[in-house]
C-alpha cells in the first residue's frame, strides 16, 4: 500500500507510524474496541502529541495502515467484538433493538450485528422478555412496585421499557405479571 506523506521527512514519518502503533498495542491492552473506536482514539492522541497535522485525511490513512495490520494479526475483530458486546448487554438486560443500536453507534458492521442477534435468538429462550424483566428488576418498576401503586406508574413503567428498546406487546406482558409470578423469574436469571 502505497502512503502519501502527510510528513515532511520520512524519519518523522517512521516515528509516527511506530507511535500509532504504539498507542494501538497500550489501548488493545486494556481494551477490546472495534475498528472505528479504536481509530478515533489513535486520532486523538495523535492530534494531543503532534499539534502541527498538514492534513487529517492523510493520518487516518496512517491509521487504517496501522489497524489493518492489527487486524491481519488477529488482534483486532468486529466479529468478535459484536458477539462479545450484544452477550454482555443482554445481561445487563438490553432489549435486542438496544443491543442492535449499540453496536451500529460502535461501527460494527451489519452482517456482524445481525449474526449475534442471531446467536442471541438461538441460544436465549424469548431475550426481550427476559431482559426486560431485568430491567424491571434493576429500575424496580412495573411487578417489582407495590401492588396498590402498579395502576399509577403504569405509564410511567410502560414509556421506561419503550425508551429501553422493547415492543409494546412484551412491554404489557411484563407489566401483567403477578408479583409472585415475577419473583420466580427473577430467580430464573
Known amino acids: ?17 511506530d507511535d500509532i502503533r504504539n498507542f494501538a498495542y497500550l489501548y488493545l491492552e486494556k481494551y477490546s474496541p472495534s ?3 479504536l481509530r478515533i482514539y489513535l486520532f486523538k492522541k495523535l492530534i494531543k502529541k503532534r499539534q ?14 496501522v489497524i489493518f495490520s492489527l ?6 475483530s468486529d466479529k468478535y467484538y459484536s458477539d462479545a458486546k450484544s452477550k454482555a448487554f443482554l ?7 438496544k443491543i ?5 453507534k460502535k461501527g460494527i458492521d451489519q452482517k456482524y450485528i445481525k449474526a449475534s442477534i442471531s446467536k442471541i435468538k438461538e441460544n436465549e429462550s424469548d431475550p426481550d422478555f427476559f431482559s426486560a424483566i431485568k430491567l424491571c428488576k434493576k429500575r424496580r418498576i412495573g411487578p417489582h412496585r407495590e401492588e ?7 405509564k410511567k413503567d410502560i414509556s421506561i421499557l419503550a425508551r429501553a428498546g422493547f415492543s409494546y406487546e412484551i412491554s404489557k406482558r411484563v407489566l401483567d405479571i403477578p408479583k409472585e409470578e415475577f419473583k420466580k423469574f427473577c430467580k430464573m436469571i
Open 1 to 17: 500500500i502505497k502512503i502519501m506523506n502527510p510528513i515532511k521527512n520520512k524519519k518523522d514519518l517512521e516515528a509516527t507510524i
Open 35 to 37: 475498528k472505528q473506536q
Open 52 to 65: 502541527k497535522i498538514s492534513s487529517k485525511r492523510e493520518i487516518f490513512n496512517l491509521i487504517d495502515n
Open 71 to 76: 487486524v491481519d494479526q488477529k488482534l483486532l
Open 91 to 97: 445481561r445487563r438486560g438490553y432489549s435486542l433493538n
Open 100 to 104: 442492535r443500536y449499540s453496536l451500529i
Open 148 to 154: 396498590n401503586n402498579r395502576p399509577l406508574f403504569y
